[in-house]
């Protein structure tokens, strides 16, 4: 149980484009969704907390208008990379945690390269 | 915010010694401290986490141990063997919204 989904698993766009990712929980209602981003040997860094229904709260640092967060369903939230450039090329995570517990459970990734 | 530091950033060990790998925290108000094994382009694996009710954990060859006073919490791998090499990650998160702020990351290569 507990499995989460992410679409595409990579995906390569031009600069100034933009691009959907999904995630997904497959097996179990999401309160609450996270998104993650992680540069070549990096940490996690989490760039947004979102909740079905409601506005994604960002981290500082990360660009609301640019990193697009919709959570419309308790088992789809999806991020959109809007006006891609080469510097967004990244290993996009999401996760989502069941319940309103701890534990969080991570998709696949997503590995994102802008030419 | 939390603040979350990890030690050492790399570690390589001989096949069958033990790994430890050591963070510390800054916010008082954490109380749920999970580990992460990531492999190379894949998603990090929970393979251990400890409540802050709880002093040490313990799973086959790995362990956990919190001490809360100090804001410190590590992970001990034992017997370690060459599957064991990949990048872990401790974390820690509150009651509040349950975001998890992770460490910077350790790379363990396990020599056979």
């Known amino acids: 149980g507990a499995v989460v989904s992410q679409h595409p698993s990579w995906v390569i766009c031009k600069s100034g484009t933009s691009v959907k990712i999904e995630c997904r929980s497959l097996?179990?209602?999401?309160?609450?969704m996270f998104w993650y981003r992680q540069f070549p040997k990096q940490s996690l860094m989490l760039m947004a907390t979102?909740?079905?229904?409601?506005?994604?709260?960002?981290e500082q640092g990360v660009e609301k208008d640019k990193f697009l967060i919709n959570h419309a369903s308790l088992t789809l939230s999806t991020l959109t990379v809007t006006s891609a450039h080469p510097e967004d090329s990244s290993f996009y995570i999401c996760?989502?945690?069941?319940?309103?517990?701890?534990?969080?459970?991570f998709g696949p990734g997503t590995r994102l390269t802008v030419l | 915010g939390e603040n979350v530091e990890q030690h050492p950033s790399t570690l390589s060990v001989q096949e069958g010694d033990s790994a430890v790998i050591k963070c510390t925290y800054s916010?008082?108000?954490?109380?749920?401290f999970p580990w992460y094994k990531q492999e190379l382009g894949k998603r990090p694996q929970l393979i251990i986490d400890?409540?802050?009710?709880?002093g040490e954990k313990k799973d086959q060859r790995i362990a956990v141990t919190l001490n809360k006073t100090a804001k410190h919490f590590s992970l001990h791998i034992t017997e370690t063997q060459p599957e064991d090499s990949a990048v872990y990650f401790c974390?820690?998160?509150?009651?509040?919204?349950?975001?998890?702020?992770f460490g910077g990351g350790t790379r363990l290569m396990v020599k056979p």
């Open positions: 916010d008082s108000a954490s109380n749920y």
């Open positions: 979102s909740n079905e229904g409601s506005k994604a709260t960002y």
């Open positions: 996760s989502a945690n069941q319940g309103g517990g701890h534990e969080q459970f």
């Open positions: 974390a820690a998160s509150t009651n509040a919204g349950n975001m998890l702020t």
């Open positions: 097996d179990f209602q999401a309160t609450t």
């Open positions: 400890i409540r802050s009710n709880v």
